[in-house]
């Protein structure tokens, strides 16, 4: 079974705002609104911050936000920070045998 | 609060068996509204779903390695369990034990609570 297919990086300058993509299928995230969002810093466990397509959960800035359109849902973040450098990967439900799908992953780098 | 730790050796030899616990504090793990599951992480390499279960099933397999897994839940002792057979050096990576709602509970389909990962290195 594919990944959801996620841009390998993404840059942005701090303040700015970057959206990284995952794009599916009909089978995944075109047919349900669980799509989720994770961050994970080097060493470190993956955190939630979306989920839902749009959800956050307590705690999480509102500089992240999440979308879909189609097979493809976005994850944009607002006023980078440096903070923000790290990996980011999407998940979404799949009606395939394995329940849950993973995005490749995408890296990004605050300039 | 509920917490999740993975527990297991560190270092198995090529065509062994490895074998992971997760245990979960806090709370329980017969929670009628969330999957327990396992995901990898091989060194510089994305996340890769391994399979999960609810306390008393269904269980869900990565098809790539539907044939060398088994996952169980031991409700008495409050434990998620992994074994994978016939391990190579692919199968090296940090496991990571996580909590994962179901599709009526909120957040659902989510990997909401994370352990901290365990590495596991496949090596003679």
């Known amino acids: 079974q594919s990944a959801l297919t996620q841009p390998a990086s993404v840059s942005g300058s701090p303040g700015q705002s970057i959206t990284i993509s995952c794009t599916g299928t009909s089978s995944d995230v075109g047919d349900y609104d669980f799509v989720s969002w994770y961050r994970q810093h080097p060493g470190k466990a993956p955190k939630l911050l979306i989920y839902?397509?749009?959800n956050r959960p307590s705690g999480v800035s509102n500089r992240f936000s999440g979308s879909k359109s189609g097979n493809t849902a976005s994850l944009t973040i607002s006023g980078l920070q440096a903070e923000d450098e790290a990996d980011y990967y999407c998940?979404?439900?799949?009606?395939?045998?394995?329940?849950?799908?993973f995005g490749g992953g995408t890296t990004l780098t605050v300039l | 609060q509920l917490q999740l730790q993975e527990s297991g050796p560190g270092l198995v030899k090529p065509s062994e068996t490895l074998s992971l616990t997760c245990s979960v504090s806090g709370g329980s793990i017969t929670s009628r509204s969330h999957y327990w599951g396992w995901i990898r992480q091989p060194p510089g390499k994305g996340l890769e779903w391994v399979g999960g279960s609810y306390y008393s099933g269904p269980i869900y397999h990565n098809p790539s390695l539907k044939s060398r897994v088994t996952i169980s839940v031991d409700t008495s002792k409050n434990q998620l369990s992994l074994k994978l057979t016939s391990v190579s050096a692919a199968d090296t990576a940090v496991y990571f034990c996580?909590?994962?709602?179901?599709?009526?509970?909120?957040?659902?389909?989510?990997?909401?609570?994370w352990g901290q990962g365990t590495m596991v290195t496949v090596s003679s």
């Open positions: 996580a909590r994962l709602g179901d599709t009526l509970t909120t957040p659902r389909v989510a990997f909401d609570i």
């Open positions: 839902e397509v749009t």
């Open positions: 998940t979404s439900y799949t009606i395939s045998s394995t329940y849950v799908i």
